[in-house]
T-cell receptor
Framework: DTGVSQDPRHKITKRGQNVTFRCDPISEHNRLYWYRQTLGQGPEFLTYFQNEAQLEKSRLLSDRFSAERPKGSFSTLEIQRTEQGDSAMYLC???????????????FGPGTRLTVL | AQSVTQLGSHVSVSEGALVLLRCNYSSSVPPYLFWYVQYPNQGLQLLLKYTTGATLVKGINGFEAEFKKSETSFHLTKPSAHMSDAAEYFCAVSGTGANNLFFGTGTRLTVIP
């Protein structure tokens, strides 16, 4: 397994357009996280899935954002009617939470950099 | 509630000099602490973590960090900086019952030849 992958790596869109990002976690990992990182800041939590269930959403996740993990494997993050303030790096992470990793060590993908013009 | 403060958004050291990146945390539960490194246009790579047990933890690339509960600190050090250490470093905290990581704002390390 080569780790967490994300697609695309870069996306440039015009304000008002919809965009969708994909994340493929490490195959045996049961948790998948989405974070957003703006310039000069650390990653901020958006949402996470335990298998296919979305268990927590941050206040940062406005109604224009939706995430899915339909079969408990890959996940998609969609942003509708993009705004310039959505420009950021969107990071995906996965973890295997259980007896061998009760500390929730997360493994990050390379990120998708979104630019909204 | 959990949070992290990283003092110094930019740190410059000479090649071969000591690296010290500061991290202070706040946590209402026993913390799990992490240091990640991020190279330009890449994701985050785990350097080291403290969960329980020994308070001095060693990580990859010669980095280490010491958990000091009395000071609520988890500073990252490396005895001798290398040019390849130039990157952004993030401290993060989690804890029992916490489902996500809380990150600091990061410290950009520059290594001067």
């Amino acid at each position: 397994d080569t780790g967490v992958s994300q697609d695309p790596r870069h996306k440039i869109t015009k304000r008002g357009q919809n965009v969708t990002f994909r994340c493929d976690p490490i195959s045996e990992h049961n948790r998948l996280y989405w974070y957003r990182q703006t310039l000069g800041q650390g990653p901020e939590f958006l949402t996470y899935f335990q298998n296919e269930a979305q268990l927590e959403k941050s206040r940062l996740l406005s109604d224009r954002f939706s995430a899915e993990r339909p079969k408990g494997s890959f996940s998609t993050l969609e942003i509708q009617r993009t705004e310039q303030g959505d420009s950021a790096m969107y990071l995906c992470a996965s973890s295997l939470v259980g007896p061998i990793n009760p500390y929730n060590e997360q493994f990050f993908g390379p990120g998708t950099r979104l630019t909204v013009l | 509630a959990q949070s992290v403060t990283q003092l110094g958004s930019h740190v410059s050291v000479s090649e071969g000099a000591l690296v010290l990146l500061r991290c202070n945390y706040s946590s209402s539960v026993p913390p799990y602490l992490f240091w990640y490194v991020q190279y330009p246009n890449q994701g985050l790579q785990l350097l080291l973590k403290y969960t329980t047990g020994a308070t001095l933890v060693k990580g990859i690339n010669g980095f280490e960090a010491e958990f000091k509960k009395s000071e609520t600190s988890f500073h990252l050090t490396k005895p001798s900086a290398h040019m390849s250490d130039a990157a952004e470093y993030f401290c993060a905290v989690s804890g029992t019952g916490a489902n996500n990581l809380f990150f600091g704002t990061g410290t950009r390390l520059t290594v001067i030849p």
